[in-house]
């Protein structure tokens, strides 16, 4: 259903169902992080990824991710400059500002399914974050031969500091230092991704948030959820809002809607989530 009261009111429904609760789940997509200024298509690709546009016929990063490159020398071109721009070398956002300004004396707890760790740059509590589908921060064996991860700042820097014609030098191929395979991005894409002790350690926070949230005025705030995991954010939280004292907020550019069951109780703003944000916080 799409919820049908006008545009201010419902702004200020949900301005107040924040203010007044005693819990906070926010839930975020990549919706949230195009809205901060992390768009993987149109001028900020060909800022940054022109020359694989030409070549290859990229048009856009999330497609240029399942590219077939040839060599390790040409995936790792690609990756390392993905990741550079959209894990360590890109602004923040204006939106995450907002967000934790709202939620800090609350009782809060963040799972998203974005892969950039914009929550934790902008300064939210790292015991209160889950990434469920990795992190671009991490890199793993591509095997994998352990349950491990590994930060990968430094080589990813030099990756990109020293390629050449879209190719990095051989010697600059991350390797794992446990059986000698190549690395890849810790994301979730097969069964191969491991969920390390810091994964299950997160995922173990989170249940006991939920488990806690039972009674209480709990908010679930989803922010630009998409329809290709619903089953992490979206179904959870329609379940979740089933609770007494529980409210659902959706906020999402032309995906905004909540089931019949929870009519009641949802409310739901189509519009750009920075916007929306400021407009509850004001």
């Known amino acids: 259903m799409k919820f049908t009261n006008g545009y201010s009111q419902n ?14 789940i926010i839930g975020a997509g990549a919706g949230l992080s195009a809205s901060a200024g992390l768009t993987y298509s149109g001028e900020r690709f060909y800022k940054y990824f022109s020359d694989f546009a030409q070549k290859y016929g990229i048009r856009d990063m999330y497609s240029g991710g399942f590219y ?14 993905h990741i550079w721009y959209n ?20 009782q809060y707890f963040v799972i998203t399914t974005n892969v950039d760790h914009l929550f934790q740059r902008a300064g939210f509590d790292k015991s209160r974050l889950f990434y469920t589908q990795g992190d ?32 990095v030098p051989d010697e600059f191929i991350p390797r794992c230092p446990v059986c000698g395979r190549p690395m890849t991005v810790n994301l979730r894409a097969d069964d191969t991704f491991v969920e390390d002790s810091g994964w299950y350690a997160a995922a173990q926070r989170y249940e006991n948030f939920v488990r806690g949230c039972k009674g209480k005025n709990t908010v679930l705030l989803e922010l630009g959820v998409g329809g ?10 329609w379940a979740m809002s089933r609770d007494e004292g529980a409210a659902y907020i959706c ?5 905004a809607f909540a089931p019949d069951t929870i009519g009641d109780r949802a409310v739901c703003l189509d519009g750009d989530i920075t916007q929306m944000i400021k407009e509850m916080s004001a």
């Open 11 to 24: 702004v200020a429904e949900a301005a107040r169902l924040i203010s007044s609760a005693e819990r906070i």
């Open 68 to 81: 077939a490159f040839k060599t390790l020398k040409e995936y790792w071109a690609w990756w390392s400059r």
């Open 87 to 106: 894990r360590y070398d890109c602004p923040v956002g204006e939106v995450f500002g907002l967000l934790l300004n709202m939620v800090k004396d609350k």
């Open 136 to 167: 671009y921060g991490l890199l793993q064996c591509s095997r994998p031969c352990r349950k491990l991860t590994y930060d990968n700042k430094e080589q990813i820097e030099r990756m990109v500091r020293e390629q050449r014609d879209m190719k």
């Open 228 to 237: 290709n995991t619903p089953v992490i954010i979206k179904y959870p939280f």
């Open 251 to 255: 906020i999402n550019k032309g995906e």
